[in-house]
């Protein structure tokens, strides 16, 4: 099960989250739709790679990724989205395109938008198209420790 190895280090930590099952969804927005949730409000990942070094960045499902304010913002020379071959084997455990925004799992820096701070929680697709995790944005930001990103 995808979630199965998020959801053993949320335990291990202790921290309150719930669960939300929904019919298969490929994107952000479609996600939202089914679980009820304004787009705004749930967290979808996407997979850069900045100077060569494969990274998340976190964004409401509502707005896209900005590579160029990224650059600027860590001060990087190249910022690219990454190809799906170059991540997948990164994520065993996950379905392509489902990842959690806990790069700390994966070995990898976590990039969140400023403007996912703005509510008390955070959802996020858990490892799969089918299931989300919800939970407290301080918990969020005291587990990964993500470089956050001025929106």
């Known amino acids: 099960m995808p979630a199965e ?40 990942t996407v997979m850069v790679t900045i100077d060569g070094e494969m990274a998340m960045v976190v964004v409401p499902a509502s707005a896209q990724a900005d590579l160029e304010h990224l650059k600027k913002a860590v001060g990087a020379s190249k910022v690219a989205l990454a190809h799906e071959w170059e991540f997948k084997e990164k994520f065993p455990d996950c379905e392509v395109g489902a990842m959690p925004p806990f790069g700390n799992l994966y070995d990898m820096k976590v990039f969140v938008s400023q403007a996912l701070r703005e509510d008390e929680e955070i959802a996020f697709n858990a490892g799969s198209h089918t299931e989300l995790f919800r939970l407290a944005y301080a918990d969020f930001e005291r587990l990964v420790e993500p470089i956050l990103v001025p929106a």
Do not use: F, G, I, Q
Not at 16 to 29: G, M, R
């Open 5 to 44: 190895r998020l959801r053993r280090y949320l335990d291990e930590k202790h921290v309150k989250y719930v669960t939300l099952k929904h019919s298969k969804a490929y994107n952000a927005n479609e996600v939202a739709d089914s679980v009820h949730l304004p787009a705004k409000e749930l967290a979808k």
